[in-house]
């Protein structure tokens, strides 16, 4: 009788899911064009029950290595990211978890003294290693897959700014200096080491593999300049950047809610504009994270827009939004601070929440 009861509400949760998260629901795509990407479905299932009573902070990056082995990033060494109830009871999770295809915990590693200070995004190279970023300390790191440092960009609490402080006025301009890094991405041609800088600068700057300065592009953008759509100027964040099959180099100009492409020298290729959730609310989404499809063409790209609490997919080529799916909430399916997002071999998405969110959520791909 138990057995039965529990596949009947299986049965209905997995109803449940199938229908509220079909991306292409007529309320996601009100005047846009008809999708053909693929669908998600949400797998309340995925990850297991966290080892140790374990507790995360905001999930500050999600990455996916070469065995579909997906790591997150979490932020417990910042005092604020757990509640009182929770430090009483659990336990603040490691700094870097890392769960097979299944969901187990099989690793986890960092010390949160010493890892990266507002960890925010993790990303794995052509090499195996895996890079992280510091957003609170100004420095980009690079680690082997069970966590020994490789090498370091920046120095761990200094700051490109006036004053060498977080609350000096940004130079936008050290070479060998970050200021507030957010997103990195690794060139397999050369090892170029390109890192959108970010919360507190506002470029996109390129070291070579060594952690050399090579180049670099973007400054502050006016609202005039931001609302005509000049390229190579950032309104705000520069949030999230990454590097094509092709060459091309996407970046999210968060705060200006457009994507702008560039070639690999930072030459300004066009925008790209993400539709609303809702038809009656002003303004273009905005793009907090990107990732392209698996295809060697790199067809689709995936858009976390955190404004709307919807990860959209668009075609790379003409930049039209084809569909979206989530909503503002905290069940099964639904974004709190959609932050980050990453696809394992399978086409699968696995995304990231930070405040209010703290978790991480898989969502199966289901069909074309």
């Excluded at 990407?37 to 507790?55: G, R």
């Excluded at 986890?108 to 507002?118: A, E, H, I």
């Excluded at 936008?172 to 970050?178: I, K, M, V, Y």
Aim: charged fraction near 20%; hydrophobic fraction near 35%.
């Amino acid at each position: 009788m138990k057995a039965r009861i529990h596949l009947y509400g299986l049965a209905i949760i997995t109803g449940i899911v199938a229908g509220i998260w079909n991306p292409f629901s007529h309320d996601l795509l009100r005047g846009q064009a008809s999708p053909t990407s693929t669908q998600f479905q949400a797998d309340p299932f995925w990850p297991k029950p966290l080892p140790n009573d374990w507790v995360t902070g905001n999930v500050g990056g999600t990455c996916v290595d070469s065995n579909d082995h997906v790591f997150i990033v979490n932020r417990t060494a910042d005092p604020t990211n757990l509640t009182a109830q929770e430090k009483e009871v659990g336990k603040p999770a490691p700094p870097v978890i890392e769960f097979d295809p299944e969901g187990n915990v099989v690793n986890s590693w960092g010390d949160p003294k010493v890892v990266p200070s507002g960890i925010h995004d993790c990303y794995f190279d052509h090499e195996g290693n895996i890079w992280i970023g510091g957003n609170t300390d100004a420095i980009a790191e690079k680690y082997s897959r069970d966590g020994k440092l490789l090498l370091q960009i920046g120095t761990k609490g200094k700051f490109d700014t006036s004053d060498g402080t977080e609350k000096g006025t940004a130079l936008n301009s050290s070479h060998t200096l970050l200021n507030r890094p957010s997103s990195i991405a690794v060139d397999p041609a050369n090892g170029d080491v390109y890192i959108a800088d970010g919360y507190g600068n506002r470029r996109v700057v390129v070291f070579d593999r060594n952690g050399n300065y090579i180049r670099q592009f973007g400054r502050q953008a006016t609202k005039a300049e931001s609302d005509a759509g000049v390229g190579g100027v950032f309104l705000g964040i520069v949030h999230c950047l990454v590097l094509g099959n092709d060459g091309l180099l996407s970046v999210a100009d968060r705060d200006g809610k457009r994507i702008q492409v560039f070639d690999k020298m930072g030459n300004f290729k066009k925008n790209i504009f993400i539709k609303r959730r809702r038809a009656d609310l002003p303004g273009n989404g905005s793009p907090w994270w990107i990732l392209l499809s698996r295809d060697k063409a790199q067809k689709y790209m995936y858009v976390a827009d955190g404004l709307d609490e919807v990860i959209w997919t668009l075609d790379r080529e003409s930049g039209q939004t084809l569909s979206g799916f989530g909503r503002l909430g905290h069940m099964a399916g639904e974004f709190t601070f959609l932050h980050t997002i990453t696809m394992n071999s399978k086409g699968d998405l696995f995304i990231g929440e930070t405040v209010g969110g703290r978790r991480v959520q898989k969502f199966k791909a289901v069909g074309n």
